[in-house]
């Protein structure tokens, strides 16, 4: 009976050191993954603390991640990778951080407005479905918690492994993988994109804040930009226009999320969609861009 004991806890001992042997061995390739994923991002220096694998879920979560660039450096409290394979990638970066002038010009103004604890969330989303060629962009989202979120989504046709491999390889002036990659977007088509724009609280702490200067009540404020919005667009305005000047206005009387919602009749091409752009930016007016996108524009409550 004794030895029967013995034996079992030295089978226990083996196996708790071999998932130990196997866990380390999956933190260690979930470092690899992370670096590579980093580097195809456009991310060449950085540096982690801890970084912690789920053998169960595939899920890697990196502490304290600290990304140096040109403009400066920028620190991730935690980064973490949910789906990362040659088709699908979801991953979010919560607690952004960004130590140059311009985030700390940003910290105190929002510290100003009421803000104590001050980092923005990222988070994205998306698939290659190889068969069809749809690149699924389902979600790319920057928050600020308590304040605002902006998110987009995008379907895309004509996408595959090599164009993303081409896009990736883009290094300087490399004129030749330029046109490589341009000769590749004109078999790309836009079928569908959505933005959304949600208040969290931000616009009602700059209304009370102009509210205060000014000496007058939040509502005559909030009643001053609406008449500003709706003369701005023409009070006589229709169409696009129109649906944009009362999204706004409910935005600021009511809070909640505009979304900007377009699904052309049939999929626009790359290069019709950059000639819309080019023109929109030229003549600062976007109808013939919204036009082709069949843009339509909704108010929805908190």
């Known amino acids: 009976m004794k030895k029967a004991a013995v034996t079992l806890i030295g089978i226990v001992s083996l196996l708790l050191l071999g998932l ?3 866990q380390t061995y999956a933190n260690k390739k979930a470092e690899e993954n992370l670096k590579t994923l980093l580097t ?3 991310i060449r220096s950085f540096s982690y603390g801890k970084v912690h694998y789920s053998l169960l879920s595939g899920r890697i979560e990196v502490e304290d991640l600290l990304i140096k ?3 400066g450096k920028t620190r991730i409290e935690e980064f973490v990778v949910s789906k990362l394979t040659d088709t699908d990638l979801e991953f979010s970066a919560l607690g952004i951080k960004g ?3 311009e985030f700390k010009r940003l910290e105190g103004e929002l510290r100003e407005l009421g803000y104590d604890k001050i980092g923005l969330n990222l988070y994205i989303s998306a698939s290659l479905y190889e068969d069809t060629g749809d690149l699924l962009l389902r979600k790319v989202s920057l928050e600020l918690p308590g304040a605002l979120s902006l998110e987009m989504s995008l379907k895309l046709s004509g996408v595959d492994k090599d ?3 081409d896009i990736k390889s883009l290094e300087g002036d490399d004129r030749e993988k330029l046109a490589q990659v341009a000769n590749r977007l004109a078999s790309v088509y836009l079928k569908e994109v ?3 724009m949600k208040d969290a609280g931000l616009l009602r702490r700059l209304i009370d804040r102009e509210a205060k200067i000014r000496g007058k009540s939040a509502e005559e404020i909030r009643r001053e930009l609406i008449e500003k919005i709706k003369t701005s667009f023409g009070k006589n305005s229709y169409g696009l226009k129109r649906s944009l000047a009362e999204g706004l206005s409910a935005l ?11 699904k052309p009749e049939k999929p626009v091409s790359f290069d019709d969609l950059v000639l ?3 023109i929109g930016i030229q003549s600062r007016d976007f109808s013939s861009l919204a036009k082709e996108l069949n843009i339509k524009i909704r108010h929805e409550p908190p």
């Open 194 to 196: 959505t933005l959304k």
């Open 69 to 71: 660039g040109k403009e």
């Open 252 to 262: 600021i009387e009511k809070g909640g999320t505009l979304v900007l919602k377009g």
């Open 163 to 165: 164009l993303l491999e």
């Open 20 to 22: 130990v042997a196997v």
């Open 276 to 278: 819309h752009t080019l």
């Open 40 to 42: 195809d991002l456009g």
């Open 99 to 101: 130590e140059d002038e």
